[in-house]
């Protein structure tokens, strides 16, 4: 490795203070030398060395992002499994009395129904999980298909597909939620695309942008030199280059949505019915004032589950992010 | 100079590459385009190195991109083996693709990071319908052997290896759907001084070996010298002077021309380092000098550069022809 | 001359035992390794070296640039006055003033939102004081002196509408605001392009001259280098190599790598398709450097006492130094590389042809 790279910094003669750089090129510049200053090299072959020793450089995730993932697999086990778990009914009214602090046969108390707050919660992850994954997916898809093609193909194609872009950006996204969801009926399928129609445009905008970066780089012309044709341009040299910031950013997306779907459920426009159980609704139900006095357990730990699972997919999200940005630069 | 004409095209029948008046021109907004390619012919003859040298903002390397199809052709002809690849589009361009290969300035930015470089490499076969079989797997086996990147690293990826290598990496690419014609576009700037020689070294090693005829670009003169056959100098997007490696640098006949030699560090015994003494400001290639485009900045010009445009013309009976009113070697012997 | 009677005395700058390391995730890279040198009024040093061999960690440790992280040790004197000392106490008007840098890139340096004049006289008020008009008269004064076509106009510009050649004269200008005595070229022609690398670097002779300014001239291009400074010293792997005059240096050379650095390169009175002698292999590693001369696995001359320690850089500051213990053009070098050719191969383990061109 060089060790100029290590202090690309800025210097300058004059001694006189730095003003931030403009300009698209200057910034790259500015990005470049930031990224390059805090990355590591994975090692390089050296002509004499034997192959497969920079495993042992390899960066680590560290502790708190494997805390982290152990969080979500538990809910993800409990979202899959929730009917299966020995636990109680959870729409079953007067489980015990209404609105009973926790104790050994109720965890976490009961409700104003006196349903059982604990299976509530794992049941709510069904739906919130759900809700938060198809969501973000159906974003990925549509959002980063749209953003890849038009930022591989440019011109009228790119143009449509800004305008879409911008469209759904300037649309005020909650009269947008409220109006699907107030006119077509409350299922799951409908909430979810509701929010995934919402995590189109920023999703699309980011995957056009790293397309567009990307697009750039010789080894897109190297590839139409060789012959290939755009489909596999796109998939076998952009796709997995623009994937991989898309990835990281699956689980940030799914954070949103997960909490879009808690205030899709304060407006009560989360998926109707009585054994639909989410977070959201969950907490809407604790949510009055009297229950907020006197019982705030009803309210508090589905609010305490939620904030758990959605600061740990940020967290998650956040590390796995640094992890590949740092690996992608490491030339 | 800096001029047109088709003086110096020659008519034998191993001539492989014909450009002929080839104009490339890019939008600039505001109704403005950029002449990045004006009115540039030249040829190369199977098995020859032709070298395009000039400063940056010359055209040189449009002129190979243009060649290739990766920047779209405003005007002009390139023949390929008497086809007109300037014509070319969708399928039929696809199929003369393999035909003609380059190698890219920057190693690192031309190989994708997330892919194995032995996938990067059968990258060509595999588009060509080569299902990565035994066949081709020997003869990826065979390239990564030529070009010097040991086999058994073909399973990392190109961020594990040196510039050097990769640039190896990208040559091997190139290599392996059997091309009649590799462009080089300044292939070992971006390299450390003591990688050059062997990058240089393999790609006249490579060109030998599989039969090459090769398009050099780049702004290093004794670079250019080293691996070319005949040179062309280009400025502002025009040809100013083509010849014989050994004609160009032994009766530098431009004033360009000259002025280049005589700038770099170690000058060539050719010319005066006085010479070298050129105006720093290239002019905007939007707006490009009338008459001929370095009038602006020569020590020779006169009220005829800056109307009539030069067209080229035979120095004597050498393959030497420049685009000038007022060349040197003119002068000297009318003295 | 002022430089010449100086060039004699006290030097400018003394550099000795520097040594700078960057902790990093995959261990220490030991970026410059004990590096000593002199530097007298007037005079120009070039440090040589390709990327990684630690030239411009060098030039940006004496401008005290190094991001925080960067470990660094050694002793830099300046007209008799500790750097380092001055760097801590925060002086205001030394980097920049007496002692500055210009830049490969200009832009690093450039404001691209400021007109050039103003950037020119904004030094010149906050070093010097100066008002606003006096500056403004001053910046275009310092770019006509340059060599800026029609300084009065460019003044009102923004860098972005000149040309990278006439932005690095802008730099330039401003560099030399202050008077500095001793100024800091790293790469400053390596963006540009060939024309314009003469006119910058006939620009910085004449300017030196003119001003009894001393130079360190930082370059990766041995052309660069030969005929522009009065001293040059090749850097490899951290380390000083070499430090001659540049006669010396390109024409008597002792260490295997200048050497064969300059075999390598294409020349332009090289006869067409002549065959380059590359150096076979690449530069090492910084990080856990083997106790041995780095340039070892690539050099023909390579015995074992290379591979059992790193040579030291002999003689004295300011004469002839070079780090090798088989040494080109001496008897103990010969000697090596007759051996490795009789064995067809060098200690470690670089395979040697026998009838290798002549040794220099």
């Known amino acids: 490795m060089s060790a100029e790279d290590l202090v690309t910094g800025e210097g300058q003669a004059t001694g006189r203070p730095r003003t931030p750089v403009e300009g698209k090129a200057s910034r790259e510049r500015l990005l470049w030398r930031f990224r390059i200053v805090r990355l590591v090299r994975p090692g390089r072959v050296p002509d004499d060395s034997p192959a497969g020793d920079e495993s042992a450089v390899r960066r680590r995730l560290g502790f708190s992002f494997w805390l982290a993932v152990v969080w979500l697999l538990i809910m993800a086990f409990v979202a899959a499994f929730a009917p299966l778990l020995p636990v109680a009914d959870p729409t079953k009214v007067a489980f015990g009395g209404p609105r009973e602090p926790p104790s050994l046969d109720a965890w976490f108390g009961t409700d104003a129904l006196g349903r059982d707050v604990f299976s509530r919660t794992l049941h709510g992850a069904r739906i919130s999980l759900a809700v938060g994954g198809f969501a973000i997916v159906f974003g990925m898809v549509v959002g980063g298909g749209l953003g890849i093609l038009g ?47 919402l995590a189109v445009a920023p999703v699309g905008l980011l995957a056009r942008a790293s397309t567009l970066v990307f697009a750039e780089r010789e080894f897109v012309s190297a590839a139409r030199v060789l012959g290939a044709k755009p489909g596999r341009i796109i998939v076998r040299e952009l796709l997995p280059n623009v994937v991989i910031p898309m990835g990281a950013l699956t689980l940030l997306g799914m954070a949103v949505a997960v909490v879009a779907e808690g205030s899709l459920a304060f407006l009560g426009l989360s998926v109707a019915g009585e054994d639909a159980i989410s977070w959201g609704k969950m907490i809407v139900d ?17 609010v305490a589950v939620m904030f758990v699972t959605v600061l740990s997919l940020n967290f998650a999200g956040d590390r796995i992010r640094q992890y590949f940005d740092v690996k992608e630069l490491a030339f | 100079m800096a001029g047109t004409g088709h003086a110096q095209l020659r008519d034998h029948d191993d001539v492989l590459l014909r450009v002929k008046d080839l104009v490339v021109q890019f939008p600039a907004g505001r109704r403005r385009v950029v002449h990045a390619v004006s009115e540039v012919s030249f040829d190369v003859a199977e098995g020859e190195t032709l070298g395009i040298v000039g400063e940056s903002g010359c055209g040189k390397s449009t002129v190979a991109r243009a060649i290739i199809r990766l920047v779209d052709i405003t005007g002009g002809e390139v023949l390929y083996e008497g086809r007109d690849l300037a014509g070319l589009e969708g399928e039929d361009l696809r199929r003369v693709r393999p035909r003609l290969q380059m190698i890219f300035q920057d190693p690192i930015s031309s190989l994708n990071p997330r892919r194995r470089v032995r996938d990067v490499i059968a990258e060509g076969l595999a588009v060509w319908g080569d299902d990565i079989g035994s066949w081709s797997r020997d003869r990826i086996d065979e390239l990564m052997d030529a070009v010097g990147v040991e086999a058994r690293y073909g399973a990392r990826r190109p961020h594990e290896f040196s510039g050097g290598q990769c640039q190896r990496i990208g040559i091997a690419r190139a290599l392996a759907l059997d091309p009649k014609v590799l462009i080089c576009d300044e292939p070992v700037s971006a390299l450390d001084v003591s990688i050059q020689a062997q990058i240089l070294n393999l790609l006249q090693d490579m060109k030998r070996r599989y039969g090459l005829t090769v398009l050099f670009i780049s702004h290093d003169l004794s670079v250019v010298k080293n691996v070319s056959d005949r040179i062309v100098v280009m400025y502002l997007g025009k040809v100013c002077e083509i010849g014989s490696t050994i004609e160009i640098y032994s009766r530098p006949a431009h004033p360009y021309t000259r002025a280049l030699l005589a700038s770099i560090p170690e000058p060539a015994p050719t010319v005066d380092i006085e010479e070298g003494d050129i105006g720093d400001e290239l002019p905007s290639a939007t707006a490009p000098p009338s008459g001929c485009r370095f009038h602006t900045r020569c020590p020779r010009a006169t009220d005829i550069c800056r109307e009539v445009e030069p067209v080229s013309e035979q120095i004597g009976d050498a393959d030497h022809y420049v685009a000038c009113h007022h060349p040197v070697e003119v002068e000297i012997s009318a003295r | 001359m002022m430089a010449e009677q100086d060039a004699t005395g006290a030097p400018l700058l003394s550099v000795r035992d520097l040594h700078v390391r960057f902790p990093t995730e995959r261990g220490t890279v ?12 007037g005079k120009t040093l070039a440090i040589v070296g390709e990327s990684g061999s630690g030239k411009s960690v060098t030039a940006k440790t004496l401008m005290n640039l190094l991001p925080r992280t960067a470990q660094v040790s050694g002793e830099v004197t300046y007209d008799g006055q500790d750097v380092q000392a001055l760097a801590e106490a925060g002086t205001k008007h030394f980097f920049g003033v007496q002692m500055t840098m210009v830049f490969q890139d200009p832009m690093t340096s450039l404001n691209p939102v400021k007109k050039v004049g103003e950037q020119i006289a904004e030094t010149l008020r906050y070093h010097l004081g100066r008002s606003r008009i006096e500056a403004l008269e001053e910046a275009e004064e310092l770019l006509d002196v340059v060599g800026m076509p029609e300084p009065a106009r460019r003044l009102k510009q923004y860098p972005h509408e000149l040309s990278g050649g006439l932005r690095q004269r802008v730099v330039i200008a401003m560099a030399l605001a202050c008077q500095p005595r001793l100024l800091i070229a790293d790469e400053p022609t390596t963006a540009v392009d060939v024309t314009v690398q003469k006119h910058l670097l006939d620009l910085l002779d004449r300017l030196r001259r003119d001003r009894g300014m001393s130079m360190i001239l930082i370059t990766h291009d041995l052309g660069v280098a030969h005929g522009r400074a009065d001293d040059v010293a090749v850097m490899y792997a951290g380390r000083l190599v070499e430090v001659a005059d540049a006669r010396t240096l390109f024409f008597d050379m002792r260490h295997p790598y200048t050497e064969a650095l300059l075999r390598s390169i294409p020349r332009i009175d090289d006869p067409v398709h002549h065959r380059l002698d590359p150096i076979p292999g690449r530069p090492p590693e910084l990080i856990n450097p083997p106790d041995a001369c780095a340039f070892a696995p690539r050099c023909i001359y390579a015995q074992g006492d290379c591979l059992g320690g790193v040579p030291e850089l002999s003689g004295l500051v300011g004469l002839h130094r070079f780090a090798c213990l088989h040494p080109t053009g001496t008897e103990r070098g010969m000697a090596a590389m007759a051996a490795n050719r009789a064995a067809g191969v060098t200690a470690a383990g670089l395979p040697v042809a026998g009838g290798h061109g002549g040794s220099g």
């Open chain 3, 30 to 41: 030991n970026a410059v390794n004990g590096v000593s040198f002199d530097l007298h009024e």
């Open chain 1, 151 to 197: 930022g591989y193909f440019r011109g009228r194609l790119d143009q449509a597909v800004g305008f879409v872009f911008f469209v759904l950006l300037s649309f005020p996204a909650l009269v947008l939620a409220i109006l699907i969801t107030a006119t077509l009926e409350r299922s799951m399928l409908v909430v979810s695309l509701t929010i995934g129609i």
């Open chain 1, 286 to 302: 604790g949510a009055g004032l009297r229950d907020l006095q006197n019982a705030t357990h009803v309210t508090m730990f589905p």
